[in-house]
């Protein structure tokens, strides 16, 4: 059964926050609050927050930066996910992947469903692996933000966590 098992003590996790956006500013960006309101409550490790532009080459350069920075070990990334021109997150995301994680997309979808009905097919959240930091792509909304966090997240990176979650894999994401 799923739940947290209290005999094993929390491990916090390093965690850069990254805002994909052409207008949002540190005033502005509700979002990427959110997250690192969330994973600080939660009590993680806030170790970055930066925004970034629509721009494919940016957000690759940005992710390959945190990508091989050691201090990194997670990426939470809101904006650009959706099917607009501009929407290029998922896409830069792809570029940089080892690993996809389709399961990630699929379930936020599903959790979002029941939240946004069918308007949830618009967004293209998306999670991946890349040098042993996890990567993960949520909409720009706070609300999707939240979702995610809330609905996947939040357990997912509690090493308590059971019967199974990313946490614990961390140590283990380059093995050969």
């Not at 990426?75 to 940089?96: C, H, I, S």
């Amino acid at each position: 059964m799923a739940g947290l098992d209290e005999s094993i003590p929390f491990a916090p996790v390093n965690i850069a926050v990254l805002t994909v956006s052409d207008t949002r500013t540190e005033e502005t960006d509700k979002s990427g609050a959110l997250l690192v309101e969330k994973l600080l409550e939660a009590g993680h490790t806030l170790a970055e927050k930066a925004i970034i532009r629509d721009e494919q080459a940016a957000i690759v350069a940005k992710l390959q930066t945190w990508i091989a920075d050691p201090a990194v070990e997670v990426v939470l990334a809101t904006g650009g996910t959706g099917v607009t021109g501009r929407d290029v997150t998922p896409e830069a995301f792809a570029e940089v992947y080892e690993k996809e994680i389709p399961g990630f997309g699929e379930l936020f979808r599903m959790l979002s469903y029941d939240l946004i009905s069918t308007s949830t097919i618009q967004s293209r959240a998306t999670a991946g692996v890349a040098g042993g930091t996890y990567l993960f792509a949520l909409p720009g909304s706070t609300g999707a933000c939240r979702d995610a966090w809330d609905g996947i997240l939040l357990s997912q990176l509690d090493i308590r966590h059971k019967p199974c979650n990313f946490a614990e894999l961390l140590p283990r994401l380059q093995e050969i």
